[in-house]
């Protein structure tokens, strides 16, 4: 690898990996999303609405703080699924990349002009 070649890593518990550049804008796109919820769109199921206020904002806070990804939760690098475990109950969340007008995936999940991120925070059981 040449001087002149970015490398980009990130390192969340044993998940170290070279990310080339178009992954890594991808990444933290999603991470910045995740994080605030702003930018986007959230989308929570009616079965995590009925645990009421109180759980759901545990959840939702515990979505912004995840960080445990793994190879086997994060296979393409893009920090978009995540599970987490509240009160007994398995959370799954998920973003998915679509055009402005939600209709359509997005075509360049690394341009926020023509992607809408939406996250979709759900009980595993709902899945």
Known sequence: MSSSDQESFTTNQAHTVALDPRKQRILSLNDAF??????????????????????LHRVLSAVQRFDAFTPDNDPYNEHDFGSLTIDDQLIFWKIDCY?????????????????????????ASEY
Do not use: H, K, Y
């Open 34 to 55: 995740r994080r605030t919820f702003a930018g986007g769109m959230l989308t929570v199921t009616a079965g995590l609405r009925e645990l009421g206020p109180d759980t």
């Open 99 to 123: 055009d402005q007008q939600l209709a359509f995936g997005s075509p360049d999940p690394t341009d926020p002009d023509v992607t809408r991120r939406v996250i979709t925070v759900m009980l």
